[in-house]
């Protein structure tokens, strides 16, 4: 069973860059898609985007100017990095599998304050 | 995108049943039967209840059920017990390779 878990550094001061990664254990990176997802205090979940296994990428249109995902196949892990930060972005970022339209495996997500 | 729209809130007594809405438009929705429902534990890693409006993962109770009318889809929980108090989020596609996530409903067993 593929387990997944989310690493970053909790705190990120305004205008800076988030760096988040999600290591993956139980199954190998490239043979599935995968998923960024936030939840800020009191909203619902938001759709951050999608890295396939071939690295390609899908964002949504809110925060595709600041948000960059990728692969790294040697270290069995995906990063995702969200510039200019603002209080807007404090929130728990999760990552998941993407299997066949839904999230099928998700993490236990990192909280993300963004504050000076 | 649009967030879908659910109920803030449904509750019931152990053993009934409450149903959650979630509603969005002909692009996401209406539009494709990729509809998928999450439970939220505080704490926990989410987990997937139903995905394609009415199908169920293994090891998920046949207590959880989907189903979909035009731009609404819906989520049944028969059956209520003390571990399904949890909030609840509707997930659907949007058409290339992109996600819209409901409002969410925290289920509150009485």
């Known amino acids: 069973q593929v387990k997944l878990q989310e690493s970053g550094p909790g705190l990120v001061k305004p205008s800076e860059t988030l760096s988040l990664t999600c290591t993956v254990s139980?199954?190998?990176?490239?043979?599935?898609?995968w998923t960024w997802i936030r939840q800020a205090p009191g909203k619902g979940p938001e759709w951050i985007g999608h890295?396939?296994?071939?690295?390609?990428?899908n964002y949504n249109p809110a925060l595709k100017s600041r948000v960059t995902l990728s692969l790294d196949t040697s270290k069995n892990l995906f990063s995702l990095i969200l510039t200019s930060v603002t209080a807007a972005d404090t929130a728990i970022y999760f990552c998941?599998?993407?299997?066949?339209?839904?999230?099928?495996?998700w993490g236990q997500g990192t909280t993300v304050t963004v504050s000076s | 995108q649009s967030a879908l729209t659910q109920p803030p809130s449904a509750s019931g007594s152990p053993g009934q049943s409450v149903t959650i809405s979630c509603t969005g438009t002909r692009s996401d929705v209406g539009g494709y039967n990729y509809v998928s429902w999450y439970q939220f534990h505080p704490g926990k890693a989410p987990t997937v209840i139903i995905y394609d409006v009415s199908k169920r993962p293994s090891g998920v109770p046949d207590r959880f059920s989907g189903s979909k009318s035009g731009n609404t889809a819906s989520l049944i929980v028969s059956g209520l017990q003390a571990e399904d108090e949890a909030d609840y989020y509707c997930t659907s596609y949007a058409g290339g390779n992109t996600y819209v996530f409901g409002t969410g409903t925290k289920i509150t067993v009485l």
């Open positions: 890295i396939g296994r071939k690295g390609n990428t």
């Open positions: 998941a599998t993407d299997y066949n339209f839904f999230l099928n495996v």
């Open positions: 139980g199954g190998s990176i490239s043979s599935f898609d």
